[in-house]
């Protein structure tokens, strides 16, 4: 069993802590499971010896190359992790499948993931899908995870949210908080589950516990409205996590949760904005530049303006909120009347930022 986010919960973001701005390799080292002084030989820790290959450690690169080279595949696995997290990832690919070809799963759900994400190669999520089944298949949860992903989105693979949601529960109970947060998402939606309002959310917060910038996100929206002491809670934890794209719209949530109503803090919120506009968030891009004439460029994404228009023409006041100040932001002249009439909507977000636009 991995406990979820358990480093994360000991140490909370304080108030003026500021979120690092690096994405880091997604690839897992392997456990070393012996105590020190010990290694893993023929699944027993035992004294290291030269006859026998043993599993390196994970932070010694010459004794993983050596193991690797002696045939260990773990090993190689390790050394594969190593390579890839200085970057060289043309030796993290070929120690990578060494390592899945001599049966070392973790290996392969590593190679897989490399692949995904085009790290050293092209990305190609039909080449990923196998290696992340082989992985999942040998009980790797991470490869239980990605896969998921991959079904729901119908990426590489043929879409099947049926079986996404039975790799991600299999994911999130290995301890993979992404896949707690996706799984989440489909039960908050319907996808491939039964709908389940309660049971998304302690999903999503499972996911936000063990550092998912995505699920932190939809945890805040969820509280916005009614609790927006929790929100700020959950927006300001994926504001932290690692994910750098996914926590750039955690720091716009909390920008904008302190913007406004009981938790306004315009310092604060003005640092969330930059925090969220330094992780090429458009949404805090805008804000800064609306409220507080920042020289920044804003280049919002043109599919999630047409969602937001959408949205906004059904009367959901957020949307139009934040389609008025990307409006603005880019020199629209509809993103006035756009905030006008999410704040008529009494969306006080929308109001603060139509006294404030330039």
């Given at each position: 069993?991995?406990?979820?986010?358990?480093?994360?919960?000991?140490?909370?973001?304080?108030?003026?802590?500021?979120?690092?701005?690096?994405?880091?390799?997604?690839?897992?080292?392997?456990?070393?499971?012996?105590?020190?002084?010990?290694?893993?030989?023929?699944?027993?820790?035992?004294?290291?010896?030269?006859?026998?290959?043993?599993?390196?450690?994970?932070?010694?690169?010459?004794?993983?190359?050596?193991?690797?080279?002696?045939?260990?595949a773990?090993?190689?696995?390790?050394?594969?992790?190593?390579?890839?997290?200085?970057?060289?990832?043309?030796?993290?690919?070929?120690?990578?499948?060494?390592?899945?070809?001599?049966?070392?799963?973790?290996?392969?759900v590593?190679?897989?993931?490399?692949?995904?994400?085009?790290?050293?190669?092209?990305?190609?999520?039909?080449?990923?899908?196998?290696?992340l089944?082989?992985?999942?298949?040998?009980?790797?949860?991470?490869?239980?995870a990605?896969?998921?992903?991959?079904?729901?989105?119908?990426?590489?693979?043929?879409?099947?949210?049926?079986?996404?949601?039975?790799?991600?529960?299999?994911?999130?109970?290995?301890?993979?908080?992404?896949?707690?947060?996706?799984?989440?998402?489909?039960?908050?939606?319907?996808?491939?589950?039964?709908?389940?309002?309660?049971?998304?959310?302690?999903?999503?917060?499972?996911?936000?516990?063990?550092?998912?910038?995505?699920?932190?996100?939809?945890?805040?929206?969820?509280?916005?409205?009614?609790d927006?002491?929790?929100?700020?809670?959950?927006?300001?934890?994926?504001?932290?996590?690692?994910?750098?794209?996914?926590?750039?719209?955690?720091?716009?949530?909390?920008?904008?949760?302190?913007?406004?109503?009981?938790?306004a803090n315009?310092?604060?919120?003005?640092?969330?904005?930059?925090?969220?506009?330094?992780?090429?968030?458009?949404?805090?891009?805008?804000?800064?530049?609306?409220a507080?004439?920042?020289?920044?460029?804003?280049?919002?994404?043109?599919?999630?303006?047409?969602?937001?228009?959408d949205?906004?023409n059904?009367?959901?006041?957020?949307?139009c909120?934040?389609?008025?100040?990307?409006?603005?932001?880019?020199?629209?002249?509809?993103?006035?009347?756009?905030?006008?009439?999410?704040?008529?909507?009494?969306?006080q977000?929308?109001?603060?930022?139509?006294?404030?636009?330039?």
């Open positions: 069993l991995v406990a979820i986010g358990e480093s994360r919960a000991k140490n909370p973001p304080k108030q003026g802590d500021k979120p690092a701005d690096d994405k880091p390799i997604a690839v897992e080292p392997p456990q070393e499971p012996c105590p020190q002084g010990l290694v893993l030989i023929d699944a027993k820790c035992t004294a290291p010896t030269e006859d026998k290959p043993h599993l390196c450690d994970e932070n010694d690169q010459a004794d993983c190359q050596k193991q690797c080279d002696r045939g260990h773990a090993s190689c696995g390790a050394l594969g992790v190593l390579s890839a997290r200085s970057r060289d990832f043309a030796k993290a690919l070929g120690a990578l499948k060494k390592g899945c070809d001599g049966g070392d799963i973790h290996s392969c590593n190679l897989g993931d490399m692949t995904l994400e085009g790290l050293g190669t092209k990305a190609d999520p039909a080449a990923a899908a196998p290696l089944d082989s992985g999942c298949s040998g009980g790797d949860a991470m490869g239980c990605r896969l998921g992903v991959l079904y729901h989105a119908g990426s590489g693979v043929a879409h099947d949210d049926a079986r996404a949601a039975k790799l991600l529960r299999k994911g999130c109970d290995g301890g993979q908080a992404r896949a707690c947060g996706e799984l989440g998402l489909m039960t908050r939606d319907g996808a491939g589950v039964t709908a389940d309002a309660n049971a998304a959310t302690g999903l999503l917060r499972r996911g936000c516990d063990g550092g998912d910038a995505r699920s932190c996100t939809a945890v805040g929206e969820l509280f916005e409205a009614r927006p002491i929790a929100a700020s809670i959950y927006y300001e934890r994926g504001c932290f996590a690692s994910d750098w794209k996914e926590s750039g719209k955690s720091c716009a949530g909390l920008g904008r949760v302190t913007q406004a109503g009981p938790m315009e310092a604060r919120s003005k640092d969330a904005y930059s925090w969220a506009c330094n992780k090429m968030n458009a949404l805090g891009c805008a804000v800064l530049k609306v507080w004439g920042d020289s920044r460029p804003v280049f919002p994404d043109v599919q999630e303006q047409i969602r937001l228009q949205a906004c059904r009367g959901d006041a957020r949307a909120a934040v389609l008025g100040v990307l409006q603005v932001a880019t020199g629209n002249a509809m993103g006035k009347s756009t905030l006008d009439r999410a704040c008529t909507m009494n969306d977000w929308a109001c603060a930022l139509k006294a404030k636009a330039h």
